[in-house]
């Protein structure tokens, strides 16, 4: 089946076998492997990216549900930002030590824009909640917690980047 879609910003086709899952087509066809994929079963979120600005598990999405849409994945997401410049939740966090082997962290920076998009000032149970399609088998959610609320303080401007970590 053919497929055309936005992928970071840019138009995209392919050709796909109509059970090619999302996460295969990035993966496979367009090398983005930032885009984890850890157990395949809809439980990790290792493989989330978001379709029309929302989080979702590729995993658990055909490639050909993209038709037509946006798909942003982790390599995408400082791409309109200067070179060099990571976005305020890559920057939040590297701050606050929200990462160990880092396998889970592509997925829950990913699960963390779409949260912060529909919750600016989320609360801890909004951020638990946000996240709970993510898991992380080594840091803990202590400090993913914490680099979330730091990056929705720095996305609302309330405070620059490097004070929030203080
Ligand atoms: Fe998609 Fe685990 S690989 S949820
Ligand atoms: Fe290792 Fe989360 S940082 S699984």
């Keep these: ?19 090619t899952l999302l996460a295969h087509l990035l993966r496979e066809q367009f090398g ?3 885009t984890h994929i850890g157990c395949d079963t809809s439980q990790c979120g290792c493989c989330t990216v978001l379709l029309d600005g929302v989080a979702v598990k590729s995993c658990s999405l055909l490639a050909v549900q993209a038709q037509g ?3 942003t994945t ?3 997401l400082a791409a309109k930002l200067p070179a ?5 939740v890559q920057v939040a966090f590297t701050e ?7 396998f889970c ?3 829950m920076v990913m699960a ?7 919750q600016p000032q989320p609360s801890d149970a909004q951020i638990e909640q946000g996240l709970a399609g993510n898991l992380c088998r080594c840091t803990g959610y202590i400090n993913i917690a914490k680099a979330v609320r730091q990056a929705a303080q720095v996305m609302r401007g309330s405070v620059a980047a490097g004070e929030a970590a203080r």
């Design 84 to 88: 060099g410049e990571l976005h305020p």
């Design 1 to 19: 089946m053919k497929l055309s879609f936005d992928l970071n910003g840019t138009t995209r086709s392919a050709d796909v076998e109509p059970r």
């Design 74 to 76: 982790i390599e995408g």
């Design 105 to 107: 962290t592509p997925g």
């Design 112 to 118: 963390t824009v779409s949260l912060l998009r529909d």
């Design 96 to 102: 606050c030590h929200a990462l160990q082997c880092g």
């Design 69 to 71: 849409r946006a798909v």
């Design 32 to 34: 983005l492997t930032g």
